[in-house]
């Protein structure tokens, strides 16, 4: 994995301001390291002084229409709800970014 995007990448300000706020995650300073975990789509972030860590993953491409998207960030935030409820550790959903697909 390399690191491929820095404050450039559009979710810099989403993750910094609402999503580690909302893990309890607070810092003056915000850098992330952000990998590629599958060909496209699915990011790891990293934020470097506390080093937590947060996957991204979109479901919206060029070929797929928006509800066909919706459909699929509805199952897959079922499937983390089940997986949260068997018990399965960090598998936070900290909620879908409107606009930032």
């Known amino acids: 994995m390399r ?3 820095g404050q450039d990448d ?7 301001h609402d999503v580690l706020p909302g893990m309890g995650v607070t810092a003056r300073q ?5 990998f590629c975990l599958k060909e ?3 990011y790891r972030y990293e934020e470097s002084h506390s080093r ?3 996957v991204g993953k979109s479901f919206v491409n060029g070929s797929r229409h928006g509800s066909v998207a919706m459909e699929r ?4 935030f079922e499937n983390l709800q089940v997986l949260r409820g068997i018990g399965w550790p960090a598998t936070r959903t900290c909620g879908a970014a409107a606009g930032h697909e």
């Open 10 to 16: 559009p979710l810099h300000g989403y993750l910094s």
């Open 52 to 54: 937590t860590q947060v």
């Open 40 to 42: 496209t789509k699915v």
């Open 73 to 76: 960030m509805r199952r897959e």
């Open 30 to 34: 915000v850098d992330f390291r952000v």
């Open 3 to 5: 690191d491929i995007c």
